[in-house]
Structure formats: C-alpha cells, structure tokens
C-alpha cells in the first residue's frame, strides 16, 4: 500500500566538486555499499529544475548551493528505474528522466549528511569517484567533469 505520494520520474543528478576536481561521494542508507553523488527528483511537477539541484544538495549534505557555483550541464539521461525502486512511482512508470547539474565548492566545504539517506561520505579524485558509482549515469557524469570545467576557463 502507497501511503505518500508517488515519486515524479524526473529527477537530478548533482556532481559536487572542488576546483581541483576532488568528488563528494555518498553512501546510501538504504543500499550500504553503493555510492552516488546527490540525486532526488522533483518534489511538485511544476518545481523548476535547478531548484530541484539546489534543494537537493541542501538536504543530502547541508551545503548551500549559493556557497558554491551550481551550473546546469544540459545533459540529460534517460534510463530504466530499477526494479528494487519502482515501487515508489505510479503504477506503469519505468523510465526517469535525470538532469546533470556540477556544484563547484571550495575544497574544505563541510559536510553534514542527512542520516535517513546516507551513510558516509566521501572527497575523492574524480576518476576514482568514477569508480566507485553504482549507477552507470552517474559514472559518466562524473568522468564528464573534467571537459566541463575545462570549458568554464
């Protein structure tokens, strides 16, 4: 039985990192041993999207995303909700669409996760926070941040 709301199928998938290209990497709570940067989807269908990033991030780490540089990478995927998470969507959905945002921070931000989602955290260089996602979107993502920083100089 649903008792909340279903989740919107869209979402956002947020690579924080510092200049030096150092990658905050989460643990989830509820799937110990797999690691992500921040995602979370719409909370109204009207929410904008970069709001979406910024509420995010607030709420998976405390950071502000104003301490930062929060840029929208016009990237988009579009991939299969796995079957373990389906449950929270209305009946039928299968498909989630994500939006890749970058937050550049100064490195030393802290951090304070939110302990119903994550477990622990994570500053890592950008090839081995590559390494370490779960989520092949995310891994791309976040081998991506090289060449989009590199077009922001």
Known sequence: ??????????????????????????????????????????????????????????EETGIEASQGLLRDWGLANEYEIYPVWRHRYAPGVTRNTEHVFGLTVPAGTPVRLAPREHLQYRWLPWQEAADLCFSPSNAEAVLQLPNFVAALT
């Open 1 to 58: 039985m649903q008792t909340r709301p279903y989740k919107i199928p869209e979402s956002v998938l947020v690579v924080i990192h510092t200049p030096e290209l150092q990658v905050l990497m989460l643990e989830r709570a509820d799937r110990p041993g797999f690691w992500q940067c921040v995602t979370g989807s719409k909370d109204a269908l009207d929410e904008p999207i970069a709001e979406t990033a910024r509420r995010e991030v607030q």
